[in-house]
């Protein structure tokens, strides 16, 4: 309904209203009917519940997972109903003011709008060949063109009441017109590579702590599909390839769970197998289990901080692959440390990458549908980033030395990959809990295995220096020496940990490890 037939009929509707009933309204702007409503006040023969609800994205696209903006003009029992029942049925619900919802919209839609629409016009201005732009498209213009499709070819009428009607959309399209004023000159020869430089930083400002987040998403989403095709054979009479390398190589299409079609990744079968009677985390991992105010409890809250514990678990999982791991595959990746890494070795770097996304994929999946299932907001930003994760930041700020940062994040790494799967186990195996979230785990466990304790302690020649062959031993207490052993060490009647460090050059023999890295192997428990 167009907003200016809904603001006419808003002072006919009362009379027609069940008292129990609720009044909604979809509108895309909701100041102008925040307004009318307040006032008419108390001229309104009905005072039942009124709330504007608006779907932050098209009809065709189902609702779980899916942002709906919210604005409660009159508070209610109904109203109050109506948001969890769109929270149950798997909408993120944000209840905002009206001014806040038409402001933020004025940028994450008419804003974002105007500025896809621009640049297909941009385009049609210069008489791009859509065919000739196809075959040279980077990933920036490959993404951009694929959002303009999607807003070309929508509803003229719902894009033009974006821009009409919301009554800070016209001060967005004047801020989108200076900026590309501000690129022009910035783009100009006396301006330079520093003005270009500033330009750069102010455009990235809006993102403020969320910039690595959009980055990787936009890797993740630019890169899905990418590394399926047929990987170059090894040359087996080159004695760099060991057999770790081989085998990561040819087992990967076999074994990764990102090349699999699993019946337990597919969402309604995920639905399926959710029971609602069973708990979503092990009551035993709960730091306060058998505390007498957790025995206290009622059912309904002790399920609900069991739904927060596997929240938080997944969370953590996340961030260790995020933050820790995926970062020391692109050094490897890159080959920071100087070893001459073969297109095999590359490939089984790559390859690993895509299964770390693809279990960063698995696990919000599970935290999306336990807040689907159990109709609870639960949100990952309420809580604190991975104490792993933090560790692996400080001791990178701490680093002397950009090869030293690369060491502690390759040590980080090491850890976390090498002892995350009994960290998996203790879900996987725990019979009281949801299957879907025990199928999740053993998924990725399966994966664990063969992936960067493989990369990385299988074969010195990937990482260690070719002509001396040594490694960097950690002792529990966390003291390190160079030594030419092939092996692991069980000295200090403690479990050591070693892992094989890019030395080129190498260390004199004796040299003490340093504190950063240090620092790796207490953080997990080493």
Partial sequence: MPEDVALAVVESLPPLMNPSALLVETLSVKTRFADCVAHLGDELAWDGPIVGINPMFAPSLRLPGRTVAAVVHRSGRAADLLLDDLRRWGARVQIVSADHHDRSCAAVQALTHATILSFGCALA????????????AT??????SALLARVSGGTPEVYRDVQVSNPYARAAREALSRAISRVSAA???????????????????????HADDQARLCALVRGVGVVTAHLPQ???SNPVETAVIRGLVRGWPRRATVRRREPELDAPTMDELYDEGLADFPEAMLPFAGHPLWERLDDERRTRVRAWAWIAYNKNVIDIEQDVVTPAFGLLFRDAFGTGL???DRAAVVQSMVDEEYHTLMHLNASTLTRRRRGWELPDATLPKSLTARRHREALARAASPRSAALTSL????VAETSITDYLTLVAEDPTIQPVHRAT????????????????????TLIGHRRHRRRLVLDRRGRGHWSRSGGFCDRHRGRLLAFAAACCPCPADGAAASPS????????GA
């Avoid at 890295?517 to 997990?524: G, L, M, N, Q, V």
């Fill in 139 to 144: 990933p920036v213009f490959t993404t951009m």
């Fill in 125 to 136: 201005d210069l008489g791009i060949d859509p065919d000739g732009a196809a075959a040279l």
């Fill in 187 to 209: 783009s100009r020869a006396e301006a330079g590579v520093a003005g270009f430089a500033d330009l750069l930083d102010h455009a990235g400002l809006p993102l403020g702590d």
């Fill in 517 to 524: 890295s240090r620092a790796a192997w207490t953080s997990r």
């Fill in 411 to 414: 040590a980080y790494a090491t």
């Fill in 234 to 236: 090894l040359d087996p």
């Fill in 441 to 460: 785990i053993a998924l990725h466990r399966r994966d664990i295995a063969p992936a960067l304790g493989g990369l990385l302690l299988g074969r010195d």
């Fill in 342 to 344: 073969s297109d095999a």
